[in-house]
């Protein structure tokens, strides 16, 4: 029973024995392997066997696999019926003395070179896509320009040398414009694959170019009179045949669009076209391919002019537009903020407008990133939109966005409010705002780097103002519970969120993220509200009981910060506050990247801090110890870039740590 094992291995087993095969007839034609006596069987039997082994391997391949079928299936016909041509060519001289010429066996060969064409151009539609202009160009210069050399070098000589009946000549004209035009088409395909070609275009074309010099040099040799049957050129025909029948086999790879850059794709065409110019001065159709050669090759240079010009306006555009809105991005509006501040009068002024989201940050948590991206850009489309008739809009970067407008007649105030509008979005859990930072220029800022400063510091300026309302006040009323509790707590829960906010800036957090982890780092301790004083006052080590009580207080703490809507993402890093890096941390044993980025801030500060403080069982470490201690806990207990940071901001503020205050004992949990 033949199973896909044997499907598999039995083509290579053929081709195999057909080298073999092969090998052999080389042998006896060159070097006289077995004597005259087996003229016979390897000049017909093994000749035309090889032949016929090809064109089935063609014709196998084309029922098994769908894929280029019709392309296999025309060249193992093309094949078989150049077969037939020898079968009935060997027949005739066996029978007569001198067989006619042209005969059927001439029609035979000569039906392989259409249907080698049409199966090229099968298997180039099937397996090369996307072609592009220059592409074609590539393959048609270089055909034009072998072909030209083909003319000049074997075809005008041998149809000066060609007379005769009308049939004859052009049955002796027709194979070497047949191998002209198969010649061309090799290159031709060739230049399709940008000039890299997989295995299976180099076994084809490499047997249907062997084919076409194997007949340019019997044409050669026959019209010489040196010709010999049976020498070492017949063995190139069934060579070439066997290449075609192994490439049918070779693996099906669609080839994408490879098309030349830089050097090679301007070398390449100038290659061909220095090879046209030195035939342009020749006679007949060589001049006439020459000249075709050149005018391509002209094209190409053009299109590949054209082609370097739009690919770098279309870098340009890139390089100033944001991948996600589509809107201006930083580098634009500094140019354009370039060009308005020298363009710009007091009679004339431009406004330019920052604004930064209120509220994203809880709803790209909420909802998740792609459905964030998605409100950036309709936000972003929104704004564009309505400062379109005024000025342009852009988009800095995360959630922020500016724009630059001329406030004209109507003032400045219905284009806040339409940039307002256009940022503020509602829904059902969520609600998106912006707040504003407004520069006139040239009344002021003078300077692009002025313009910006000046309005990013009123945006913050405002953005801080809006959260005070609701957070700060539910933020004043639970410290000052603590306070009631432990009066001196707050000189520790300020440290905390001092230290907290300014390792925050070195990481790069965001404004609202730096405000909800000065808020966590003030209330993370909220949660000891419902501990005894027994526990948190003990001058000794607590015991498991005590532990498991402390470690509640977290959780504690969220419950009680989540019942204000404004606090609910600090609750979250309240929450985290005593997780640690390798996961052993409570209260849900959290690694790494889950705890949230704040929660790892405040855990580091809080353990500076109170390393530092006076504690009921223990001195306070100094400053260095302490520091050895964070870096020996480092990838254990926190995060070590939070770590690193942590200690670069100490390095900076030290001279004014070093001087203050004696910290207030609490219990470290």
Same mark, same amino acid.
């Given at each position: 029973m033949i199973n896909r094992h044997h499907i598999r291995v039995l083509p290579t087993a053929l081709a195999a024995l057909a080298g073999f095969a092969w090998l052999l007839y080389v042998l006896h034609a060159g070097l006289g392997l077995g004597g005259p006596g087996l003229d016979e069987l390897f000049n017909i039997w093994v000749y035309d066997g090889l032949l016929a082994g090809a064109a089935l391997a063609c014709i196998v391949r084309a029922l098994l696999h769908r894929e280029a079928r019709a392309a296999w299936a025309v060249m193992g016909a093309g094949i078989l019926a150049w077969t037939a041509g020898?079968?009935?060519w060997s027949a005739a001289l066996s029978g007569l003395?001198? /067989?006619?010429?042209?005969?059927?066996?001439?029609?035979?060969?000569?039906?392989?070179?259409?249907?080698?064409?049409?199966?090229?151009?099968?298997?180039?539609?099937?397996?090369?896509?996307?072609?592009?202009?220059?592409?074609?160009?590539?393959?048609?210069?270089?055909?034009?320009?072998?072909?030209?050399?083909?003319?000049?070098?074997?075809?005008? /000589?041998?149809m000066e040398s060609t007379s005769g009946a009308t049939a004859t000549v052009a049955t002796n004209l027709a194979y070497p414009m047949g191998?002209?035009?198969?010649?061309?088409?090799?290159?031709?395909?060739f230049g399709l694959s940008g000039w890299r070609p997989g295995r299976t275009w180099v076994l084809l074309c490499g047997g249907l170019l062997l084919m076409a010099l194997a007949d340019g040099v019997f044409l050669f040799q026959a019209a010489?009179?040196?010709?010999?049957?049976?020498?070492?050129?017949?063995?190139?025909? /069934?060579?070439?045949?066997?290449?075609?029948?192994?490439?049918?086999?070779?693996p099906?790879?669609?080839?994408?669009?490879?098309?030349?850059?830089?050097?090679?794709g301007a070398l390449i065409p100038a290659g061909f076209g220095l090879v046209a110019i030195a035939l342009v001065r020749t006679d007949g159709v060589a001049a006439v391919l020459s000249m075709a050669t050149l005018l391509l090759v002209t094209v190409r240079m053009a299109l590949a002019f054209l082609e370097n010009q739009t690919m770098l306006l279309h870098s340009r555009r890139e390089a100033v537009t944001d991948a996600l809105t589509g809107m201006g991005n930083r580098r634009l509006l500094m140019q354009d903020l370039d060009k308005a501040l020298r363009g710009a009068t007091p009679a004339e002024p431009w406004l330019l407008l920052l604004f930064d989201l209120n509220g994203f940050?809880?709803?790209?948590?909420?909802?998740?990133?792609p459905a964030g991206d998605h409100l950036l850009a309709r936000m972003g489309q929104a704004l564009e939109g309505a400062m379109a008739p005024h000025g342009r809009a852009y988009r800095m970067g995360g959630d922020e966005f500016c724009a630059l407008v001329r406030p004209g007649r109507t003032g400045r105030e219905p284009l806040v409010a339409a940039a307002a509008a256009a940022l503020r979005v509602r829904g059902q859990g969520f609600e998106v705002g912006a707040a504003l930072g407004m520069v006139l220029i040239p009344s002021e800022a003078d300077t692009v780097e002025a313009a910006l400063q000046t309005a990013d510091r009123r945006m913050y300026l405002e953005k801080g103002?809006?959260?005070?309302?609701?957070?700060?006040?539910?933020?004043?009323?639970?410290?000052?519970?603590?306070?009631?509790?432990? /009066?001196?707590?707050?000189?520790?829960?300020?440290s905390v969120a001092d230290l907290s906010v300014a390792v925050g800036r070195r990481l790069h957090m965001s404004s609202e993220e730096l405000d909800e982890t000065a808020r966590a780092a003030e209330l993370h301790d909220v949660g000891k509200v419902a501990i005894p004083d027994a526990i948190l006052s003990k001058p000794g080590p607590l015991d498991e009981e005590e532990w498991e009580f402390m470690r509640r207080h977290t959780i504690i703490g969220e419950r009680i910060l989540a019942v204000a809507p404004a606090l609910v993402p600090v609750a979250r890093l309240v929450r985290s506050s005593h997780e640690r890096a390798d996961g052993s941390g409570y209260p849900d044993g959290l690694a790494g990247e889950q705890i949230p980025l704040g929660a790892r801030v405040v855990a580091v500060c809080d353990a500076y801090d109170a390393m530092t403080s006076d504690r009921p069982y223990r001195h306070p470490l100094s400053v260095d110890e302490a520091i050895a201690e964070l870096r020996r806990s480092s990838g254990r207990q926190f995060d070590p870039r939070v770590v690193d940071a942590f200690c670069a901001t100490i390095a900076e503020t030290r001279p004014a740590r070093d001087a203050a205050a004696p910290r207030v004992p609490q219990r470290s949990v």
């Open positions: 020898e079968i009935y003395d001198s /067989p006619p010429f042209p005969s059927p066996a001439d029609a035979l060969y000569l039906s392989f070179y259409p249907a080698s064409y049409a199966a090229l151009l099968l298997l180039v539609r099937s397996r090369v896509g996307g072609l592009a202009r220059s592409q074609w160009l590539d393959g048609g210069i270089a055909a034009l320009a072998v072909a030209a050399v083909a003319v000049a070098v074997a075809l005008e /000589p041998i191998d002209l035009i198969l010649l061309g088409l090799v290159v031709c395909v010489t009179g040196t010709y010999i049957e049976g020498a070492l050129l017949d063995t190139l025909w /069934p060579a070439a045949a066997l290449l075609v029948g192994v490439a049918a086999w070779q099906a790879r669609r080839q994408e669009r490879a098309e030349l850059c830089g050097r090679r940050k809880s709803y790209n948590d909420t909802f998740g990133h103002e809006g959260r005070a309302s609701a957070s700060r006040q539910t933020r004043d009323v639970l410290l000052k519970t603590l306070q009631e509790r432990q /009066p001196d707590l707050h000189i520790h829960l300020s």
